[in-house]
């Protein structure tokens, strides 16, 4: 089951380094998308609830933001708090150390990152959402997880100094 977890991280690994060489919000929101689909089944193959839970909720997340530019219903600020007080209820729920509030904590700060028009904001506040994670990660034995974490710090570190040069 271990290996089977860790093939699922990798393909979020994947999904997770494209959405920092996104400069479209819509192409950003969709890499994300993609990633959480291969988180919920890397985390609930490791028995990571907590870590499960924001992914999972993410996958709605993202569909609704996706549609927030096309669609009336899908632009009310109404939309992260249902969020991010989802996560919250369903991380109390599955409480058993400090740990488990590390992937909601970190959720809300994604749900808020995604939240803005501003895909630079969204890759700077993903700076401490991957620090977060990959204290998750150490506790819940996700080693591609904290790889991950490593590159997505490095890709969003790359992607700041392809802007600035430019």
């Avoid at 999904?15 to 060489?21: D, G, T």
């Avoid at 009336?72 to 600020?77: E, L, T």
């Avoid at 969204?122 to 620090?131: A, E, Q, Y």
Wanted: with cysteine; aromatic share 16%; net charge positive.
């Amino acid at each position: 089951m271990n290996i089977i977890a860790q093939l699922f991280g990798i393909g979020a690994m994947i999904s997770l380094f494209c959405i920092y060489q996104q400069k479209e919000r819509k192409k950003l929101i969709f890499s994300k998308l993609s990633a959480d689909v291969f988180w919920v089944a890397h985390y609930l193959c490791l028995g990571g609830y907590a870590g499960m839970i924001p992914n999972f909720v993410g996958i709605f997340r993202e569909l609704v933001f996706i549609n927030r530019k096309d669609k009336k219903w899908a632009g009310s600020v109404v939309w992260p708090i249902v969020f991010i007080l989802i996560n919250w209820a369903l991380g109390f729920r599955t409480f058993h150390s400090v740990f488990n509030l590390l992937p909601i904590t970190a959720s809300t700060f994604v749900t808020i990152s995604l939240w803005l028009d501003n895909p630079r904001l969204t890759k700077l506040i993903s700076l401490p959402v991957s620090i977060t994670f990959m204290i998750y990660d150490f506790y819940v034995g996700s080693y591609i997880g904290v790889i991950n974490e490593s590159i997505a710090i490095c890709s969003i570190i790359i992607s700041f100094i392809k802007e600035r040069r430019k």
